[in-house]
């Protein structure tokens, strides 16, 4: 049964709380009186340590908490996913994402499908990295089509086969995929067209102009050269496609990195090292059915997202991966978290009274300490900061890795200490609050682990909100009405418009 936080006895406590000791509470204060702090909000979790010591929050508020997902049902609710229950309520869906990374076990099925399409999936990326033919690999999709596996494919490239290059096309705006095509022999390339529903606008426009060019480039092998990774399949074979890679409605867009929309990454590190993906994912998967709620990293952090969300009143969370290979984590991140959780009503349709996802936004440091991390120190808001850090580089480099760690170190440190200056303009206030993300290296285990935890830690979060995390409605009354206007190009109608909208139209479109 779930129940909403609001509604629940530890949702007051929180608040009073809050009052009494969290809007003043003070991070270097509670190091000193708490020399055990360190250690208590640290955690250990497959394949990741996570220091959560530098966030404005002390045990008595995480008991709490603690007791607020108790009271939410948010255990029972983790259950119902992973026992297949249909816990998508607003479209009648299971959420079963996590199947697709429980490998091996003898299942039955759903988990024999999975088993069959994984294999299938396996042999033919095995064959595309043998044939030295395929030199350019182009994925097109987006949203969950892309993000994951473009941000998976740049995270592993030092695992990556160097006789092929991988480019993703994603945007309907035609100067991404003419800037691909300029560089491509459609002798040499492979197409892979991933869409969940096969009906998404800009995938296939783009798959239609590409099929074009392949075949006005004098391409002729369609079925060698074009794949469809889609729950659609029928749809792709009218498109002409016949290599497909089927899966199915209880993996949602955002969560289907692991299935067959994980061809990319398969081509690219091999079958060995997607399986090892999966492995480290299932790690973390078992970690959080099985772990305590007090030693659940998943669940401690989505506790902490509620707590700085509902009662801090923090409005964005900055992503900040010390690696520069993790440069579209955030953006994969974006998806994750504010597509599931962006949402103002709970899963019966009621508008909820508490605010829900907050921005998350980011780049690679120390890059971003360059640009907006003056903001992070000095400005008006506190942005919790979370550092994702490696321990061994993939390079040989001396110096560069050392320099790395001291800066993502130097910056958590310097958020939390400030610095005290009468003068004003160099005075840093401190006490902003951030999370430590260590990884031994980054890996396809790790890498699956860390996108795992943050799967889970949006549930969480989603799950004490009482809102359905894996619908995406509000998407679509943009797709509804771009078609309407799209039509008015040839229609040259205004009709019904907006001043606003029509105004703008007339001067894009001068005869309407
Ligand atoms: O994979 P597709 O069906 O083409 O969907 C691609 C993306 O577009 C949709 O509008 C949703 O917002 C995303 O959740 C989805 O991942």
Known sequence: MRVRCDTTTAWPRLHRHF???????????????DRARFDAFSQEAPEIFADLSKNLIDREAEALLFELARECGVEAHRDAMFAGERINSTEGRAVKHWLLRAGGEAGEGDAVLVRQALESMLAYAGQVRADAAITDVVNIGIGGSDLGPQM???ALETFRDPGKRFHFVSNVDGHELAGVLRGLKAGNTLFLVAS???T???TMTNARSARRWFEEQGGRDVARHFAALTTNVEAARDFGITSTFGFWDWVGGRYSLWSTIGLPIAIAIGAAQFQDLLRGANAMDAHFRSQPLESNLPVRLGLLDVWYRNFHGFTSRCIAPYHSALKRLPAYLQQLEMESNGKRVDAQGQPLPFATSPVLWGEPGTNGQHAY???LHQGTDTVPVEFIAVRQPAHALPVHHELLLANALAQAQALMQGKPDPGGHR???GNRPSTFFLLESLTPASLGALLALHEHRVFVSGSVWGID??????VELGKVLAQDIAQRFTSLSLNGLDDSTAGLLRR???PI
């Open 373 to 375: 991390f003056q903001m």
């Open 508 to 510: 894009i479109h001068p």
């Open 200 to 202: 998404t606008l800009e």
């Open 152 to 154: 998976a494919v740049a």
């Open 196 to 198: 969940k529903t096969f």
């Open 469 to 474: 995390s894996f619908d995406q409605w509000g």
């Open 19 to 33: 009052e009494q000791r969290g809007r003043g509470f003070d991070l270097r204060q509670a190091f000193t009186a």
């Open 427 to 429: 005075h840093f206030p």
